[in-house]
């Protein structure tokens, strides 16, 4: 007979978070309710909101674990020896490869939960996404300072650039149902942008 192991409440926690990462991959952040959350979690809707009181209680804590994660992926390419430029193919290639690995955030972040119905989510990833522009912007700054890059592009406008690189692709992975290589393609079409910002012979 076998005995059930009863988990803490931080634990359970973690494991809400995780699982509807992974359903609103699967099934779409606007499509995941509680009780599909609850039945892939293996315990009753009441025991989901015994944690999460709301459900948009659910989507912060989504939210902050993707943005732990991102800051996993930051410390980790900021702890290898590389120079400016190599960094920022190593910052998009890996911001590319924690998207691939984990396809709910594009689907979070074109979702109508994000930009309609929950204001604090959509206030919270457009503070995520101004530090992750800053980071960028300081990157290429620092290139220009190097005069590899021309002296009139502005760091701010060039950031904004790689960025919406990353959102156009992502967006064109997820309507393509993530059928081509999206770090692959991201460090084709970066190649072609960083090339673009190359200060003249």
Do not use: C
Not at 18 to 35: N, Q, Y
Not at 43 to 57: A, L, Y
Not at 61 to 81: G, H, P, Q, S, Y
Not at 168 to 197: I, P
């Amino acid at each position: 007979m076998s005995t059930r192991i009863r988990k803490s409440a931080r634990e359970r926690k973690s494991e809400i978070v995780e699982t509807a990462l992974l359903l609103a991959a699967e099934v779409g952040p606007d499509r995941l309710s509680t009780e599909a959350l609850a039945a892939a979690v293996g315990i009753s809707q009441p025991g989901i909101f015994r944690h999460f009181p709301k459900k948009s209680d659910i989507w912060q804590a989504v939210a902050e674990r993707i943005a732990e994660l991102l800051k996993e992926n930051w410390t980790a390419m900021e702890n290898e020896d590389l120079g400016s430029a190599d960094r920022m193919r190593s910052f998009v290639t890996g911001h590319l490869t924690f998207l691939q690995t984990t396809p709910a955030i594009p689907a979070i972040l074109f979702s109508r939960e994000l930009h309609a119905e929950n204001e604090v989510l959509r206030s919270f990833f457009a503070g995520l996404m101004q530090r992750v522009h800053h980071f960028v912007s300081q990157m290429i700054a620092s290139e220009i300072k190097a005069q590899r890059y021309h002296s009139k592009l502005d760091p701010n406008d060039a950031a904004y650039l790689i960025l919406a690189l990353i959102q156009g692709l992502a967006m064109r992975w997820s309507l393509n149902k993530r059928k081509f290589d999206l770090v692959e393609e991201g460090e084709r079409l970066l190649a072609l942008q960083l090339n673009g910002f190359k200060r003249s012979a």
